[in-house]
Every structure is written in structure tokens, then in C-alpha cells.
């Protein structure tokens, strides 16, 4: 079975519908046919300012989160990346191998550095993709199951892969991206030219996995849209309708053109309306599960203990590797 490996940053209390449709979909689908490995990437959440009472609740928030929307940790490695510190171990040794240069052209550090300002922008920012690179290449992962705004790092990744290989010997195994076509990158609804984030600056345009139903039909019925009537999917033109379109695919399990269809001659409040309908309907069995989850904290740590010493396993057996590799004398 291939290996595959993912991660989501507990950066928040909850996911949104980004998370969900770009990647956490992808991740229970994928149980059935590979071996996946599934990280609360709480070192990765730590190059956003984080509040520590809450990123803990947010960590065991989010690994319920995973939970609830079927990922099983019997067939998954499900685990908490500070758990395990190989990741940041590897990290060291790949980001002795990255250029300044290349690692300045990653356009997450862009945007986010300039929404942080130079006080918040820091050096953990700055090499979140290695770190990310060495979760990946522990793993001798294969697939990456990430929505369209992680493409970046992937191709950052396998070029350090082929770097360390060609370096010192086969060593890594090359991954690539898993990147659904529809709802790949799903849109902020009050900005939809940028993309829905957690640690967007106004929650507005956000909607969250646990949100309150009306609060989650209230803001899709506040949606920005544009001054046409048509419901046509067009990107350039439309990225607000665009975007619900996407949305209401990917909840609804029904193609864009099936959609237009049904909506030709149609007006913009018609769709709203049935969009944020089908959110709430695919989103309500998924908070209940969560609140079940969530009443049992100490079965959650059980079953995130389980997972880092599945991890951990692993992991471990890789870096020693690396260390071989690079010359470093081991420890006897
Ligand atoms: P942050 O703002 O803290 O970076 P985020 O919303 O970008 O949070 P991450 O934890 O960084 O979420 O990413 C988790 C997964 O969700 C990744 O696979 C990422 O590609 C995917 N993802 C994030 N935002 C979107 C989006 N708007 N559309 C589709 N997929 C997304
Ligand atoms: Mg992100």
C-alpha cells in the first residue's frame, strides 16, 4: 500500500470548509486503498502566534476534528507532531540543505508575512516548509493529499528529496501531491480572490466545520457575489459565485454543469439558499460526532499516545539514516 502523509495546523478551534473539502475528504477516502499517516502539526502552528491554553484545547480539538470526519485510527497513523521529534530533528539537517533564495520564493511565506507585519514575520515562518518537507520524507511517503495553496512546498519538498539523494545516496523516497480538482482551493466568501484560512484576518468570510448553523447560513447568505444575475462558473469573472459553485459541488457530490443547470434562469438568493442548506445538512453529523468525541478527552490522548508511538517507529528508523548519511558519529 502506498504511504501517504498529512497534516493540518491547530491554529484554530475549528477546521473550515477549506480544510474539509481540500484535504480532510481526501484523507478518509484514501484509508480504503493506502497507508496513510495523519499529523496534528502543532510545530507548524507555533509560526502563528498561539495562546498556549488554547493550542492545547485546539490540538485535541482538532485530532476530534479528524476523528469525526472518519478518520480511523486503527487504519491510520494518527498522531501529534511534537510528539514525535524526529520531525524537528530532520528539519535541522534539510535546512542546512535549502538555499535562502529558494526558501524566499515560497508564496505562503509571502502572503503570510505580510499579513504578520515584520514583528510577527519570524525565522519559524521562514522554514515552515522545510519542516514541513522533513514531516513528508520521514515517511518515505508517496502521496500528499493537500489542497491547490500546499503545491509550492511539494515541489520544494521532492527537490530536497533529489538534493539529499544525490548528495548522499538513495535515501528518500520522491512524493508528490494528491490534489483534488474541484474544490481544491476553496475561496474566502467575503474576499473570494483570497483563499479561506484560518488565520484570516476577519472570520466574516470563513466557514467553520463547528459553527453554529445559522451562523454558518447567515454568512453564506452574505456572500460576496457580482452585479450579474448568471449562476456560470467563471473563475475570472465570478469568483464569487464561482467559489459557491465549487463549495456546493463539493458538498453536494454533484459535478459544476449539473449545478448550473439546475440553477439556469435562476437567481443568486435561490442558490445562497440551497447551498447553505446542503452545508448544514453534510456539516450536522460531523459536529455531533465531535462533541462526543471531544466529552472523552482522555480516550483522545489514549489514541494520540497509540498513534506517536506508531510514528515514532518509523520516524526514528529514518533519521538514523540520515545521520548515517551525513557523516554524524552515532552514539553507542
Ligand atoms: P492557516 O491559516 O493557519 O495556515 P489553513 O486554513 O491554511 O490555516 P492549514 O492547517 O495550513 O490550514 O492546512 C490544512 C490543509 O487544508 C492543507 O492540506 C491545505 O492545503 C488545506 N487548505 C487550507 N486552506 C484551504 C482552502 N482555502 N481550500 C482548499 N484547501 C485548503
Ligand atoms: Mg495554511
Redesign the pocket.
Known sequence: RPIVF?G??P??ASL?L??Y???LVNWVALQETTDPVYCVVDLHAIT?QQDPEALRADTRALAAQYLAAGVDPERSTLFVQSHVPAHTELAWVLGTMTGFGEASRMTQFKDKSQRFGTEGTTVGLFTYPVLMAADILLYSTELVP?????RQHIELTRDLAARFNSRYGETFVMPEGFIPEA?????DLQDPTS??????ASDAGLIRLLDDPKITAKKIKSAVTDTEREIRYDVAAKPGISNLLDIFAGVSERTIPEIEAEYAGRGYGDLKKDLAEAVVERLTPFRERFTELLADPAELDRILAHGAEKAAERADRMLGTVYDRVGFLRPT
Not at 146 to 150: E, N, S
Open positions: 498529512s493540518m495546523q491554529s484554530s473550515h477549506g480544510n473539502l481540500g484535504a502563528s493537500v489542497g491547490d495553496d500546499q474544490s481544491a482551493r476553496i475561496y483563499k479561506m484560512s484560518k488565520s484570516a
